[in-house]
């Protein structure tokens, strides 16, 4: 074949390679990555008050397994705040009255300093609701739930946040 002739040829299957290669690499490109499935929360809130082992504490740990699964249920905010230094209930105040002016339309307790905190501050909080996980005598403003059994204190402590963000939320 005359070299003047071959040079079209060879420019056309060249130019046809790119065009097949750039085709399958369209076609089979990744598509774009999945949308996050960002969660919509309220802005209903529950705040839970923990001895300084946080939500891993053994009195805590239920009370903040209840909370997740009221959270899940109406979409509304938890969080959880240790008692860090002295374990407490004068100390424990100070940490309780954060929770206060941070809005939390439910605050909980449980173990020993958050709870004596409580029983001393909770008529200094008239406006707000509380749910003591423990001991405790029931105040005006306080609920208290005494179950030794931590699936129990996680269940009634799931209906109590999940009524609570309901009602909070509008709803």
Not at 29 to 51: G, H, I, K, M, Q
Not at 86 to 105: F, I, R
């Amino acid at each position: 074949m005359d070299p003047r002739r071959r040079k079209p040829w060879l420019v056309g299957g060249a130019v046809a390679t790119v065009l097949a290669a750039a085709g399958l690499g369209w076609a089979l490109w990744p598509d774009s990555a999945p949308e996050a499935r960002a969660r919509v929360y309220t802005e209903a809130n529950a705040c839970l008050l923990t001895p300084a082992g946080g939500v891993a504490d053994k009195q805590a740990a239920p009370v903040w397994a209840g909370m997740q699964q009221a959270s899940l249920a109406t979409h509304g905010k938890i969080q959880y705040l240790e008692v860090d230094g002295p374990q407490t209930g004068e100390n424990a105040k100070t940490y309780l009255a954060t929770l206060v002016s941070g809005k939390c339309d439910l605050l909980l307790t449980a173990g020993a300093a958050p709870n004596a905190g409580l029983i001393a501050a909770a008529g200094s909080y008239p406006g707000s609701r509380f749910l003591l996980v423990g001991k405790g005598a029931p105040q005006v403003n306080v609920t208290v739930v005494d179950d030794s059994d931590p699936a129990q204190v996680t269940e009634r402590v799931r209906a109590a946040v999940a009524d609570a963000l309901r009602e909070a939320a509008g709803g």
